[in-house]
């Protein structure tokens, strides 16, 4: 039973994989349309020093964001403010330091940009790890699910009043959280959150995916009932060839290196669909959708049940110290 429990993710996950890699032979990366000039909206980007989410942050920023990356390394943060600068983009871009993996610095980082006495209009929740070894973060909590998801719930959260102060309606605030297809496969377990039962890297990544988009569809639905003129978006990149794949065991590291690079996505690809849902008109004021290839798709069947996602918001509440609404 333990090692069904301990495969079965394993399987789920690879065959999600096998789908995503199928589905990117036979359909190219959506194109970015030309998007209108983002002139005085600041934006936060999480694990915006590399990857994805620099790709993410420099594209909003050659918009005329303002743009703060938002990473767990000065050097690597500092590095990419610097790249982008050369570029000669228009945009104000600076570097402000966030570990995810610890609520009191998620609280700091949401001081820090307070102080700051900014608007803020777009949140890109990109940050992310992948199949790391069984870990705990500086609270206790399982690490994919500590940082992927209860790191960006809590900063999300804080920032709340901020996105709302700043939107209007006509010109909403923009959440968007990147989530992963693994979500497909993913299996939640409201008894046992950090996998502490039986645990499982393969498991716990694709939980937190899902996770974040069962959170985006009941942040939406708060934000709706209360007027408010913000969205929410999830957003797929599909298989991207960046960093995050390190952590594959050695044979998957083997056949990964050269169907990548035909097959994944480059980070820049990767980001378009999160650049399309923080900027793009056609989503002006439209929100709780799962956004894939540039277009608006279904996302599993469990991440629209309202019970799920209402007890999933109680007891992420519960966990970070917030007073549940």
Sequence with gaps: ?????????????????????????????????????????????????????????????????????????EEEGLQAVKKIHREGIEGKVEFLFLDLCSLKSVRQFVQRFKSRALPLHVLVNNAGIMLVTEGKTEDGFELHFGLNYLGHFLLTMLLLGDLKRSGRHGSCSRIVTVSSATHYGARLNMDD?????????????????????????????????????????????????????????????????????????????????????????????????????????????????HHVQAELWKQSCALIGLQHS
């Excluded at 069904?4 to 096998?18: K, Q, T, W």
């Design 193 to 305: 959150l950090q996998g502490s039962l039986c645990y499982s890297a393969h498991g716990a990544y694709s939980q937190s995916k899902l996770a974040l988009v069962l959170f985006t569809y009941q942040l939406q639905e708060q934000l709706t009932a209360g007027g408010f003129p913000v969205t929410s978006n999830a957003v797929d990149p599909g298989m991207v060839d960046t960093d995050l794949y390190s952590n594959l065991c050695a044979p998957a590291r083997v056949v990964k290196k050269p169907v990548a690079k035909i097959l994944f996505r480059t980070p820049a690809e990767g980001a378009s669909t999160a650049i399309l849902a923080a900027s793009a008109c056609q989503l002006e004021g439209i929100g709780g959708c799962y956004l894939y290839n540039g277009a608006k798709t279904k996302s599993a069947d469990i991440t629209y049940d």
């Design 1 to 73: 039973m333990w090692l069904l429990s301990f495969i079965l993710p394993i399987l789920r996950l690879y065959l999600v994989g096998v789908k995503v890699i199928l589905y990117q032979l036979f359909n190219k990366s959506f194109t970015l349309p030309v998007l209108p000039k983002q002139n005085g909206r600041v934006a936060i980007v999480t694990g915006g020093a590399r990857g994805m989410g620099y790709e993410t942050a420099r594209h909003l920023a050659s918009l005329g964001m303002h743009v703060v990356i938002a990473g767990n390394s």
